[in-house]
């Protein structure tokens, strides 16, 4: 039922390839001399990005905090690392990650940390001017929400 | 523009509630409300869309699956299938919409994506089908 490699390659090419279009056409703005402010990201996708950043980070200190839970969580930490390259503009955490007493509270953290990034993607989509931006940013949404009940099912065994 | 994005998602949305009719009757157990409580979701946003709509968007009488449901393994595969396929659907929505009509498309998109999850579809970075 899961796509096959080489298609998740082929659509995540498609993804970046859109999002690339809409950083030339930023750059070309840039040297057409107008106000260096256009050249700055845009606020949607920096927001987008930071908030994947923050997430990588949080992942990232419980795989360390907690091994055992390795294999469940680095596939879903990867897919926070494609959406911050689909997006494609560099940034650091917006917070700082948490600390969890134990592995199932650490699920738990995360959980609602994706539920919570999920409807703040959605408030993203609705604030992008960029359609390509919109579309990467709805599914982007989609995909931090499916992640809620796929790391509570993980409590659940 | 706007238009051909909301037809395809109703047309969408028509072959999910299809899909749903063939999924309940081979589930048992749980799976079998919450075939119908899909079933039910997807036809309310159906009707949404279809109140938005200036179109006139008809349903086909059968539609083919992409392989042979006739058993419960089968019949969940399609329920993975058609919801992580009405994402990508309801992400062109959003992309051709503004404001609360893309919010509610976005909304739609993400209770798909969890929908594909509780059918056991293991989570994608690009939901799309």
Excluded at chain 1, 5 to 25: E, K, P
Excluded at chain 2, 21 to 45: C, D, F, N, T, Y
């Amino acid at each position: 039922m899961h796509v096959g490699v080489d298609q998740a390659i082929s659509r995540r090419a498609v993804l970046i390839g859109a999002t690339g279009i809409a950083g030339a056409g930023i750059l070309s703005a840039c040297t057409t001399g107008a106000e260096p402010s256009t050249a700055a990201a845009d606020p949607v996708s920096a927001e987008v990005a930071g908030a994947e950043q923050s997430l990588i980070a949080q992942y990232q200190a419980f795989i360390t905090a907690f091994p055992e839970l390795s294999a469940d969580l680095t596939p879903l930490l990867e897919q926070h690392a494609d959406h911050a390259n689909a997006i494609g503009v560099k940034a650091t955490a917006t917070s700082a990650p948490v600390a969890a007493a134990d592995a199932r509270t650490a699920i738990a953290v995360l959980a609602d940390a994706e539920r919570a990034a999920a409807k703040a993607r959605r408030a993203s989509c609705v604030a992008a001017t960029d359609q390509g931006l919109a579309r990467l940013v709805a599914l982007i949404a989609a995909s931090e929400a499916s992640h809620a009940p796929a790391l509570t099912r993980l409590l659940a065994t | 523009m706007t238009t051909s994005a909301i037809e395809a998602a109703i047309s969408g949305e028509d072959a999910c509630i299809y899909a749903y009719g063939v999924i309940g009757s081979q589930v048992r157990g749980a799976a079998k409300p919450r075939a119908r409580k899909a079933l039910a979701e997807h036809r309310a946003w159906r009707d949404r869309l279809q109140a938005q709509s200036t179109g006139i968007v008809a349903a086909s009488i059968a539609y083919d699956f992409p392989f042979p449901v006739e058993d419960s393994v089968s019949a969940k595969q399609l329920a993975v299938l058609v919801e992580n396929r009405m994402v990508g659907l309801y992400a062109d929505l959003a992309a051709s919409v503004a404001g609360q009509a893309r919010e509610d498309a976005v909304t739609a998109a993400m209770e798909c994506a969890t929908r594909a999850i509780a059918w056991g579809g293991l989570p994608q970075a690009f939901p799309q089908g």
